[in-house]
């Protein structure tokens, strides 16, 4: 269980809750310069199923599950452009900061939050968790 003093240091930690979890179509894992795995994590939110893709708001009734990892400010870059916030931005996804629970320690994160026009008429995810309804 990590804590703030032995979690892994660095620019920030960020929460994914989808395609860039582990094995999923854009697996941080596989990013540069590599994060560091921090542990499971979890937040208060809405999972919605956009297709080959999900998207969290914040402050829903469940609860949604995702992984965090320990990242540098160049990979904080290349998630902005896979969230299309980079070089020419849209308004999909809004980049926050959250306090998220990391195996019981509160640790504050990076989240990629979708903007709720996008997700009207989108079917919720069961249980909030992308990986377990793929």
């Not at 979890?42 to 829903?60: E, K, N, S």
Request: glycine residues 10%; aromatic residues 10%.
């Amino acid at each position: 269980m990590p804590d703030e003093s032995s979690a892994p240091q660095a620019s920030r930690w960020v929460f994914v809750y989808g395609t860039l979890r582990k094995g999923g179509s854009n697996d941080i894992t596989r990013l540069q310069p590599a994060p560091q795995f921090v542990g499971r994590g979890r937040i208060a939110g809405t999972l919605y199923h956009l297709g080959a893709y999900p998207g969290v708001t914040l402050g829903g009734p469940q609860w949604v599950q995702g992984e965090v990892y320990a990242i540098e400010a160049a990979l904080e870059a290349v998630l902005d452009e896979i969230e299309s916030l980079g070089e020419n931005p849209t308004d999909e996804y809004i980049k926050r900061e959250l306090d998220v629970d990391v195996e019981g320690t509160v640790l504050p994160c990076l989240v990629y939050e979708i903007n709720p026009r996008y997700v009207l008429d989108a079917p919720r995810v069961p249980e909030g968790d992308w990986v377990k309804f793929l």
